[in-house]
């Protein structure tokens, strides 16, 4: 499997950098704890669907971009254990 070594978080903070918009500012605007957009841009927390939905919104993007980035991340990253002895079905 591909290493995706991007996490949402980056993402994010590209975009609060262009915006020039605060973590904090974001936090509040889209009405979520200040540690929960500290927690993704760190990447120690991952983008739920209730998230997604509040990023979406803020940034005029559909909430599926940031569940795509989530998702794409946690797939590439993803350590199954004897993956090559899984058989198709």
């Not at 591909?2 to 950098?17: A, C, I, T, V």
């Not at 940034?59 to 990253?77: I, R």
């Amino acid at each position: 499997m591909m290493k995706n070594n991007f996490y949402p978080g980056e993402f994010l903070q590209e975009l609060l950098d262009d915006y020039n918009i605060t973590a904090y500012r974001l936090s509040k605007d889209i009405y979520v704890q200040q540690s929960r957009i500290g927690e993704i841009l760190k990447g120690s927390r991952t983008i739920t669907s209730d998230t997604a939905i509040r990023l979406g919104k803020y940034f005029n993007n559909s909430p599926q971009y940031w569940l795509n980035l989530q998702n794409s991340h946690d797939l590439a990253n993803c350590n199954v254990e004897n993956y090559r002895s899984i058989n198709p079905i």
